[in-house]
């Protein structure tokens, strides 16, 4: 690093087709500009892994100071993750994890245990035939993987409790439609659904009501979006009975991938906090989603407001120049 020089983070995002990852990436950008030593570049691999393992192999041939990864699959960014670490580029894995041990730290919800909150919730609050429906996540996906494995452990612990069918979701609203009508129509016994995102919970609750099973059926998610269609509407809608918070952690990856650069101690695994939404607290969590959401679009305002004077000042800078001509 050369005096004077910029930090490079070089941000290998999954996709960013949905909000969730909308958000992380602003709350990544937020942190970002908070730090005018840092030059943050975000490639968005548009849920293709072969562009994903290009994009972190022009950020090694750039060589970039620190590498966030979230990645789309575990076993395919695996290898371009160790080419990183073997060049001397840290690389702070996010939210989707990679197989194996070279990478320099994790951060991201314990997935695992969002899973088994998802099957205590269904334990502790039903009340009729305990047969369930499980949607999840992409294959290869490591949320997909752990959540599967959570809810699986707790559901077969108990035997009142059934899960009837597994639907292989792949995150997105169109893959449980055909699959998840079929099986209703089959049986339309189900007390149940558990979607590994919120997205995926209310695409099950629209073909749901196509049968006229949505008030029926009760349905969980996971994400916790505070936005349009996000899962707190959704639960203080109705539709949703719960969903499982998964924040995405923007603001702390930048804040850990500067750590990372400083070579300051950090944990090999930093576990994001998570909670339970359902129309108990969906309202108070709401609220406190507002404000911090407001505070950020004050700090964006104020950046605004500094870069207008920063170019008025450049300006009026050019003129005293000019002037001097004279
Ligand atoms: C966003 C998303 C979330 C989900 C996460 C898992 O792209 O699909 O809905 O919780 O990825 O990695």
Do not use: C
């Amino acid at each position: 690093q050369k005096q004077g020089d910029k930090i490079k983070v070089g941000f290998s995002q999954a996709m960013t087709t949905d909000d969730w990852r909308k958000q992380m990436n602003s709350s990544i950008k937020i942190e970002a500009s908070l730090r005018p030593e840092v030059d943050l570049t975000i490639k968005d691999a548009n849920n293709n892994v072969s562009k994903q393992i290009e994009d972190i192999e022009r950020f090694i041939s750039n060589k970039v100071d620190v590498i966030i990864v979230s990645p789309i699959q575990s076993k395919p960014l695996t290898a371009v993750v160790e080419k990183s670490i073997k060049a001397g580029i840290p690389v702070l894995v996010v939210d989707r994890k990679i197989e194996g041990e070279s990478y320099t730290a994790y951060l991201g919800a314990d997935n695992i245990e969002i899973g088994r909150i998802a099957g205590r919730y269904i334990i502790s609050h039903s009340k009729g035939s305990g047969n369930i429906i499980e949607i999840t996540g992409a294959s290869g996906s490591s949320p997909a993987y752990e959540r599967t494995l959570g809810f699986n452990q707790i559901i077969n612990e108990n035997k009142r409790f059934k899960i009837v069918n597994t639907i292989q979701g792949d995150w997105e609203k169109e893959s449980v439609k055909a699959p998840l009508k079929a099986i209703l129509q089959q049986n339309p016994n189900v007390e149940y659904i558990f979607a590994h995102n919120d997205r995926m919970a209310l695409s099950a609750w629209e073909t749901a009501k196509t049968l006229g099973l949505e008030k029926k059926i009760k349905f969980i998610g996971v994400d916790a979006l505070n936005s349009v269609n996000g899962g707190i509407e959704l639960v203080k809608s109705g539709v949703l009975d719960g969903t499982i918070l998964y924040p995405t952690g923007g603001n702390e990856a930048l804040k850990l991938a500067l750590k990372m650069y400083n070579k300051e101690s950090i944990s090999r695994n930093n576990i994001l906090n998570t909670i339970v939404i359902d129309k108990n607290n969906a309202e108070i969590i709401e609220n406190q989603m507002d404000k911090v959401d407001q505070q950020q679009l004050v700090i964006e305002s104020q950046q605004g407001a500094i870069k207008v004077q920063e170019r008025e000042y450049a300006s009026q800078n050019n003129l005293v120049r000019l002037l001097s001509f004279f």
